[in-house]
């Protein structure tokens, strides 16, 4: 209980000061205009309140990974709190505040965009690719999860195939209509529930005793049921993305950026929406430890399921809350997947209009993006969803690292503090190097060289920036 309520200490503390800290560095100006009032087109960039922002902000970035990533994430023990707390706070938290506010400085460009703008045109190039390759992703990753749980919801003749097309028919209004027509109406509604089912969660489980994991230094070690195969590094970064950083985010920060009437918002939108599911990630990291007895009784329930969390948060939600939890389990594992794999279709649309300069007004112009998108979203859903989930972990962690470098050029050239972003680039450079040399999806080379590969990875990129450093003048 009081490694729960420390870390949760921290991950507060860190908006109500490190926040400010990063806000300060922005130079953030309010009567400086925002997208949303000076290119206002009734579309994308449509002012809305700052708590709607927010909302549709924590929506947005939340889906499954809060949830489906902590629960994973618990499988190594108490060692998950740490990067849940040190990666929101310094890592995720200033990675979405600053993929925003630079969007908001540049007139709501997605993030590919900006990229190119910090780290250059071959970059921007590949990035762009890279990233609408990851949002398809994303948004297949959201539909075939949640169809295959209706699917078992419902009668057999609702199956997987049926709930496809009817999450795919969403998705397509959600992606065409103005963001203020359904996303900006339903999704604060579900944000604030998905908030309130982890907080019922957490008091129910401590109100009928469950004790809580405590970090000491016996349980400073791995407690996953394949030690060997799933190593702390670089596997547990790569499993807990969402609840401490996920590039992702980048992808959806400029859709609000596009909303915001202030940039005094952007700190209580950008950052905010972050820490809030850090909490979410560590209150589910917390109870999957504790539910079922202990880390190991988790494994063992994890391999009787073949991994499926959906049915962890069924169970959990059933036995602690209820009736209620059932409806707040379906919520958690249907509507906030659904809800983020709208928004991934919605930022593809943007970024492909970007690339092209394309007017994403006419409602036509908007059909000629998004009638192929979604044709080659529906050819991925016949693929196994546990290999797409794979291929996307690891996208979304190389596009965060992208983003942490992309920011360090950006306070470099402004004179400004760069290591606040330098050192989480390097820590996730050797991360996500690593992790695709020793992976199973990757290379599946051995430990030595894949580990030797990701530290020799991060020194040669380290290198190249102190050469950029030196022979780049600040602007």
Same mark, same amino acid.
């Given at each position: 209980?009081?490694?729960?309520?420390?870390?949760?200490?921290?991950?507060?503390? !860190?908006?109500?000061?490190?926040?400010? &800290?990063?806000?300060?560095?922005?130079?953030?100006?309010?009567?400086?205009?925002?997208?949303?009032?000076?290119?206002?087109?009734?579309?994308? #960039?449509?002012?809305?309140?700052?708590?709607?922002?927010?909302?549709?902000?924590?929506?947005?970035?939340?889906?499954?990974?809060?949830?489906?990533?902590?629960?994973?994430?618990?499988?190594?023990?108490?060692?998950?709190?740490?990067?849940?707390?040190?990666? =929101?706070?310094?890592?995720?938290?200033?990675?979405? &505040?600053?993929?925003?506010?630079?969007? +908001?400085?540049?007139?709501?460009?997605?993030?590919?965009?900006?990229?190119?703008?910090?780290? !250059?045109?071959?970059?921007?190039?590949?990035?762009?690719?890279?990233?609408? +390759?990851?949002?398809?992703?994303?948004?297949?990753?959201?539909?075939?999860?949640?169809? !295959?749980?209706?699917?078992?919801? =419902?009668?057999?003749?609702?199956?997987?195939? *049926?709930?496809?097309?009817?999450?795919?028919?969403?998705?397509?209004?959600?992606?065409?209509?103005?963001?203020?027509?359904?996303?900006?109406?339903?999704?604060?509604?579900?944000? *604030?529930?998905?908030?309130?089912?982890?907080?019922?969660?957490?008091?129910?489980?401590?109100?009928?005793?469950?004790?809580?994991?405590?970090?000491?230094?016996?349980?400073?070690?791995?407690?996953?049921?394949?030690?060997?195969? #799933?190593?702390?590094?670089?596997?547990?970064?790569?499993?807990?993305?969402?609840?401490?950083?996920?590039?992702?985010?980048?992808?959806?920060?400029?859709? /609000?950026?596009?909303?915001?009437?202030?940039?005094?918002?952007?700190?209580?939108?950008?950052?905010?929406?972050?820490?809030?599911?850090?909490?979410?990630?560590?209150?589910?990291?917390?109870?999957? /430890?504790?539910?079922?007895?202990?880390?190991?009784?988790?494994?063992?329930?994890?391999?009787?399921?073949?991994?499926?969390?959906?049915?962890? +948060?069924?169970?959990?939600?059933?036995?602690?809350?209820?009736?209620?939890?059932?409806?707040?389990?379906?919520?958690?594992?249907?509507?906030?997947?659904?809800?983020?794999?709208? =928004?991934?279709?919605?930022?593809?649309?943007?970024?492909?209009?970007?690339?092209?300069? *394309?007017?994403?007004?006419?409602?036509?112009?908007?059909?000629?993006? =998004?009638?192929?998108?979604?044709?080659?979203?529906?050819?991925?859903?016949?693929?196994?969803?546990?290999?797409?989930?794979?291929?996307?972990?690891?996208?979304?962690?190389?596009?965060?690292?992208?983003?942490?470098?992309?920011?360090?050029? &950006?306070?470099?050239?402004?004179?400004?503090?760069?290591?606040?972003?330098?050192?989480?680039?390097?820590?996730?450079?050797?991360?996500?190097?690593?992790?695709?040399?020793?992976?199973?999806?990757?290379?599946?080379?051995?430990?030595?060289?894949?580990? !030797?590969?990701?530290?020799?990875?991060?020194?040669?990129?380290?290198?190249?920036?102190?050469?950029?450093?030196?022979?780049?003048?600040?602007?």
């Amino acid at each position: 209980m009081i490694t729960f309520l420390i870390s949760l200490a921290i991950l507060i503390a !860190g908006y109500i000061f490190y926040s400010k &800290y990063l806000e300060r560095m922005m130079e953030v100006d309010p009567n400086r205009p925002t997208p949303a009032v000076s290119m206002s087109d009734g579309v994308d #960039f449509v002012p809305m309140p700052w708590w709607r922002v927010l909302l549709i902000q924590f929506l947005n970035i939340a889906g499954l990974g809060p949830i489906f990533g902590a629960i994973a994430g618990a499988l190594w023990g108490p060692v998950a709190f740490i990067w849940i707390v040190l990666g =929101t706070v310094f890592a995720g938290a200033v990675h979405d &505040y600053f993929s925003g506010m630079l969007s +908001v400085r540049h007139n709501g460009l997605s993030i590919t965009e900006i990229i190119g703008i910090y780290l !250059g045109n071959i970059t921007k190039q590949l990035m762009r690719i890279f990233t609408i +390759v990851l949002l398809v992703l994303v948004g297949v990753v959201f539909i075939s999860g949640p169809a !295959g749980i209706l699917a078992n919801l =419902t009668p057999a003749t609702l199956d997987f195939r *049926f709930w496809v097309w009817v999450i795919f028919i969403y998705y397509i209004l959600a992606t065409l209509l103005p963001i203020d027509k359904i996303i900006g109406k339903i999704y604060p509604i579900f944000g *604030f529930a998905l908030v309130f089912m982890a907080i019922s969660l957490i008091v129910a489980l401590i109100v009928k005793g469950y004790s809580l994991p405590e970090l000491t230094a016996e349980n400073w070690q791995n407690f996953h049921y394949d030690k060997a195969k #799933f190593p702390i590094f670089p596997m547990l970064f790569i499993t807990i993305a969402c609840g401490a950083i996920s590039g992702f985010h980048a992808t959806q920060s400029p859709l /609000m950026a596009r909303c915001i009437k202030n940039e005094k918002e952007g700190r209580k939108v950008f950052y905010g929406a972050m820490v809030i599911e850090g909490v979410v990630a560590l209150i589910w990291a917390a109870i999957s /430890m504790s539910f079922f007895g202990g880390i190991r009784e988790l494994g063992e329930m994890m391999v009787a399921q073949n991994g499926n969390a959906a049915w962890v +948060v069924n169970e959990i939600s059933n036995s602690l809350l209820g009736k209620f939890g059932a409806i707040l389990a379906i919520l958690g594992v249907v509507a906030a997947p659904i809800t983020s794999g709208d =928004t991934a279709f919605r930022s593809a649309r943007l970024t492909i209009g970007d690339l092209l300069r *394309f007017n994403q007004k006419p409602i036509k112009n908007r059909l000629i993006i =998004t009638i192929p998108l979604f044709a080659i979203g529906f050819m991925l859903t016949k693929i196994n969803f546990d290999v797409i989930w794979r291929y996307f972990a690891w996208s979304n962690q190389t596009l965060a690292t992208v983003v942490l470098w992309t920011i360090t050029v &950006y306070l470099l050239q402004k004179k400004k503090p760069y290591w606040i972003t330098l050192l989480p680039a390097l820590f996730m450079t050797s991360v996500v190097t690593t992790y695709i040399m020793l992976a199973p999806e990757g290379f599946a080379l051995s430990k030595p060289i894949s580990y !030797g590969t990701g530290f020799l990875t991060t020194v040669a990129v380290l290198i190249f920036f102190v050469i950029y450093k030196k022979k780049s003048p600040s602007k």
